[in-house]
């Protein structure tokens, strides 16, 4: 049983695409939900945290689902610098779960 | 940068060899973390520690050793790794105690490579 099932893609849209990536998770005692950005062969950095009511920030835009047990990433007017791997993250507790993540190109 | 320090960057080691990965955290967090990414599979927990004591060791084989001194230093010592071993190990730190603020920082990571 996975804690954490993302769609892999990859994903490759055009340049000005808006794209959309979901996630699920199976624990709903889950406290705190991330999308980490990583790089080909570099660390994950944190994008944004998720939360119920919806957040922005700037052409992203993250939402939480509790009863669904989704967490969802929109990224609108894609750059090309925006291609990466996006990686979905559960906290519970101590402990962080995460996504296998998923491949996103943008194109040109 | 993120805060977190790890050393080195690329690893190149025998089965034989003996070697440690260092990380050192800026943050002032207490809890750090070493991570496991192999290809194609999600980062794997290997362990946790919190204000120096060991809080998690996800059934990692003993040829991994971590070592804490300190809540800004976390080791992970090597010893006859296999080829399988192989990955990419980063190592991460948070603040404990933050509830829905707690964040996950990550060092660069080291690229191992077991021949």
């Known amino acids: 049983r996975k804690e954490v099932e993302q769609d892999p893609g990859p994903f490759n849209v055009p340049e000005g695409a808006t794209v959309a990536f979901n996630c699920t998770y199976s624990n709903s005692a889950s406290q705190s939900f991330f999308w980490y950005r990583q790089d080909c062969r570099k660390e994950p950095k944190l994008l944004m945290s998720v939360y119920s009511s919806g957040n922005e920030d700037g052409r992203f835009t993250a939402q939480l689902n509790r009863a669904s047990q989704y967490i969802s990433l929109l990224i609108r007017d894609s750059k090309l610098s925006d291609s990466a791997t996006y990686l979905c993250?559960?906290?519970?507790?101590?402990?962080?779960?995460f996504g296998t993540g998923t491949s996103l190109t943008v194109i040109p | 940068e993120t805060g977190v320090t790890q050393t080195p960057r690329h690893l190149v080691m025998g089965m034989t060899n003996k070697k440690s990965l260092k990380c050192e955290q800026h943050l002032g967090h207490n809890a750090m973390y070493w991570y496991k990414q192999s290809a194609k599979k999600p980062l794997e927990l290997m362990f946790v520690y919190n204000f120096k004591e060991q809080t998690e060791n996800n059934s990692v084989p003993s040829r991994f050793s971590p070592e804490c001194p300190n809540s800004s230093h976390l080791f992970l010592h090597l010893h006859t790794l296999q080829p399988e071993d192989s990955a990419l190990y980063l190592c991460?730190?948070?603040?404990?105690?933050?509830?829905?603020?707690?964040?996950?920082?990550f060092g660069s990571g080291t690229q191992l490579s077991v021949l």
């Open positions: 993250v559960v906290n519970e507790g101590n402990q962080f779960y």
């Open positions: 991460a730190s948070s603040q404990p105690g933050q509830g829905v603020g707690e964040k996950l920082f």
